[in-house]
């Protein structure tokens, strides 16, 4: 098409609301529109992107048996009931009326529709296993929507449900969709995404993997092993802590530390070093606001998924006031006081250590000289800790874990028989007997997808497009169209390009070639084709990618060849 | 793919529920499952369907200069605040607030989001005319889903919005899209698709066409003229009436007509036609139940469209009680009485009446030898009524007018600047003036045109999909798969198939040929290849079209070839 048709405005200003460079590369580059919070529509370059996304996932779907199907947007509040996620999930869920006050939710995900569409169909072992999979919009009211499409409230995802009759035939699957994945970014031109173990939270289940995009703005961390390829999100990565105990302990004594209220504060103060203390975090659950008091050694943080797992509930950061009991900054677990119920609970960073700093429960007061083993006897340790840089690997035990940072651009989960189950599907076995299903699930956001290649792969001045998703193969400039050669020539080769099936957009405004030029840059077309008066001087044009790799010269009558050659070249197969 | 991992259910008892034929066949055929009332989701062979007629549409939109964009589901309520519709639209539209308790709505249409992706960019008139659309999930809380997909409330819709500089400019694409709308329907193999005049409705505007399918099931009245073949929704179609006055106008007479209520009832005991009645009838206004009493001759019947249209605003019918003085039954213009607030209006069918039958305002009386001019001097007479099978033309005044039945899948709309004006968009002319653009509109909803071709061409069996929107293009039986020699030819057949890319559905089951044959049915698939042991000892394979008007032997080697030079032929251009 024409770039002077093309509707939305391009222009070089960074709009000061963009934390992140895709968020304002597309709304600079006439991608996206914001339309409320968390939601916006699309301008017809970012559509062609994730047209072609939904393309590739569909064939790599079809390719591991996928079927297409469509689920609703909106569902009866008592599918939800039946797998009581109804209850289960908060206020990101959208919950509504109709206008016969039946309650009504707007899909965030689709297990119970899966489940809902084949529980009839599936009742004999010989229609296992398959795997149905949609494109569709969905709505998760996102507390903090950010970074333009990297978090948003409405979105367009390809979520895949697959069907088992035994978790081996399950694995094998997974691992097929594994793949599929794999060949997806591969195809969509992302060379930085690593498959991670992941905390499964809400989705339930067990093994599950993230697919994360490896860039500096990625709002997940991952822990990475530089020594044998171990990877995991941080959430679900195992903190090992080898600790050595001192000697000899010395004995608990009292030490004044007034307004010493942070670990940092009293180890400066007493001079020692965070790793030998001992550090509370005090929370409490959501359900009945009970505390939740947490020891950890002075110098790690606490890993909420992995406390939030061991509780089962939700929790949040305390609010701590005089009538808790609990002394704010001087807490210890020696000689403790909680006013109500409440848990103490110790991570394994603090296993085999003495001497430590610790609160006494007492303001402006701590101890020295804490041996847990000697002064809290019988207490038990759990991993609570997050996973650090320099950490021990829990795979190959070497010190040698990395910390990035990372977009999730998918997730895969064996979720085993939670909606099976709980909604009541079942078929009958080769011995007739009846069994429960168990399922997987497959997931990639489409526009998150786009936007993170966006991050990975641009520079100042505009995306740089995978060729196998750009919006368009050729971006064909005529610099001086009012020139009737250049004009001329343009137009042919436009006309010729189109005629072999190249997608091109054809900029003949009557601009300098700088504003052109930077219009180009926005849109990041990989290949970019300029006819000039000079160049038609020296009886060529000229022939640049975006990614500035190629600058060469081509003959016009070799022009249409040599690009489709290139086109081809230049789509990851 | 095969037939036996194909998810979804065929059976042949019609449901019950089902009261039109391919709501029946949908669910017996495995294309739609019940989520909730007016809610679906989509098997595969629909989702097949429906991606090719999508596919069509966008073809055809492009090629009118669309630029295919993606506005949300979920909207802010003050984008509809801005044009009003958030009031004016009642409870079809979904209303519901998020977690910061902002006000949202459910897309039901997309005018409004139209606007607000392009009121900056379209800031001048050299950016005009173009056009923008999408293919997405609308919800419509519609009081009354009926038909499987024929009326839902969650349906996915191709709707397109072009803005223009003048109304002649917006006449001309308007005509274009025309068209492209007549492309549509011709390339999904409808050829019993007309275009009418429509009332627009809630969408504003002036000139608008609706496409409908003519089908008895259809719920649309439409008016055709056998003569000059105008056509027109009957909503909007106008009424001719032309009267002639008795040369003798009788004297207005009061007679006792016991326990005559309805128009028969009267004329019946009186002796006289229903045309030589005026028929009162009472409806209140939704805004403050104010009466209105329109009086109609006695044979024709109110079309409520008009009714609303002239009065500005919605109406229901009448609750008639004591207090408010209108004697029901027995209602007419001379000494009409009614409490309060009232307007009374006469149709165009009682000008240059005399002698007419009326009610008298009193319990079992009414009058004969009503002269309206007489008796009611200085009335205003509009078209109220609907247009009836041999009624006058209002193109050709022939009396030549029919009345058939017919489903709307598809409308354009000349939506002037209805929501340009009220939205604030504006643009800079030639001459440097503030002007505000013209908008057209123009949808199809997709699940509806799915489920209204198989209206339109279905046997008992099943439905007989057009070529170009099957779920397949061959369906291959291998009867008698348990034959060595069957599956050996039915699998390379298959192959060869997949291989020249002809999308192929393929029955290996070791089941009945009876059984086989009414699945094939149910799916609907064109051409069906039938390979037997009977077949194969003739050296030959079957082929049968699903409309039964091909019935030939396949030469096995020359049989991948046949199939595709019959496909090319079968998909109408």
Request: hydrophobic share 35%; net charge negative.
């Amino acid at each position: 098409m024409k770039l002077d048709k093309l509707i939305g405005d391009r222009f070089k200003e960074r709009p000061s609301d963009c934390q992140i460079d895709s968020h304002a590369l597309m709304v600079r580059g006439g991608y996206i529109k914001y339309v409320a919070n968390g939601i916006f529509s699309n301008f017809p370059p970012l559509k062609r992107v994730t047209r072609k996304i939904e393309q590739i996932i569909r064939e790599e779907m079809d390719a591991i048996d996928g079927q297409e199907v469509m689920f609703p947007v909106v569902m009866p509040a008592s599918l939800w009931e039946e797998s009581g996620r109804y209850t289960s999930i908060g206020s990101e869920m959208v919950r509504f009326t109709d206008r016969n006050r039946q309650p009504l939710v707007l899909g965030m995900t689709h297990e119970e529709a899966a489940v809902q569409l084949v529980r009839e169909y599936a009742n004999t072992y010989t229609k296992y296993p398959f795997m149905i999979y949609q494109i569709q919009t969905k709505f998760r009211d996102e507390a903090r929507p950010r970074g333009g499409l990297i978090r948003v409230r409405e979105f367009t995802m390809k979520d895949a449900y697959s069907f088992h009759t035994s978790q081996e035939d399950l694995e094998e699957y997974y691992k097929r969709a594994h793949k599929a994945y794999e060949n997806v970014y591969r195809r969509c031109g992302c060379d930085n995404v690593i498959s991670v173990k992941s905390d499964s939270g809400m989705m339930g289940g067990a093994v599950s993997h993230e697919f994360m995009m490896l860039t500096p703005i990625g709002e997940d961390s991952i822990a990475i092993c530089k020594k044998c390829g171990y990877t995991a999100n941080v959430e679900a990565a195992p903190s090992i802590i080898e600790n050595k105990r001192d000697d000899v302990s010395e004995e608990l004594r009292e030490v004044n530390t007034p307004n010493c209220h942070t670990i940092e504060e009293v180890c400066g103060f007493l001079k020692t070093e965070p790793q030998k203390s001992a550090k509370a975090v005090v929370y409490q659950k959501n359900e009945d606001d009970s505390f939740v008091v947490l020891f950890i050694r002075g110098d790690l943080d606490v890993n909420e998924t992995k406390l939030t797992n061991y509780l089962g509930c939700d929790i949040h950061p305390a609010v701590i006031d005089e009538e808790c009991g609990i002394v704010a900054g001087f807490i210890g677990p020696v000689g403790l006081k909680v006013n109500g119920k409440h848990v103490v609970l110790f991570d394994d960073s603090l296993k085999n250590t003495n001497n430590l700093v610790c609160g006494a429960n007492k303001i402006d007061y701590h101890f020295t000289g804490l041996d847990l083993e000697r002064d809290c006897p019988e207490i038990e340790y759990h991993d609570f800790a997050k996973a650090i840089d320099g950490g021990i690997c829990p795979e190959c035990k070497e010190r040698a874990l990395t910390i990035s940072r990372g977009i999730e651009v998918g997730n895969i989960f064996q979720l085993g028989t939670k909606y099976t189950k709980s909604m009541g599907m079942t078929y009958l076995d080769k011995d007739g007997k009846v069994q429960t299903p168990i399922m997987g699930c497959y997931g990639i956001g489409v526009g998150r997808l786009a936007a993170s290649v966006c991050e990975s792969s641009h520079d100042d001045f505009g995306p740089i497009w995978p060729m196998a998703i750009a919006p368009w193969q050729v971006h064909l400039c005529a610099v001086r169209s009012d020139d009737e050669k250049v004009k001329a020539a343009a137009d042919k080769l436009y006309g010729d390009l189109q005629n072999a099936g190249v997608e091109v957009i054809y900029d003949d405004r009557n601009v300098r070639a700088g504003v052109m030029f930077s219009d180009a840059d926005l849109l990041g077309v990989p290949l970019r084709v300029i006819i000039s008066p000079r160049n038609l001087d020296e009886g060529v044009y000229e022939l640049k990618s975006r990614d500035k790799t190629l600058d060469e010269k081509l003959a016009p009558e070799n022009a249409v060849e040599r690009l489709k050659e290139l086109i081809a070249s230049m789509i990851a197969k």
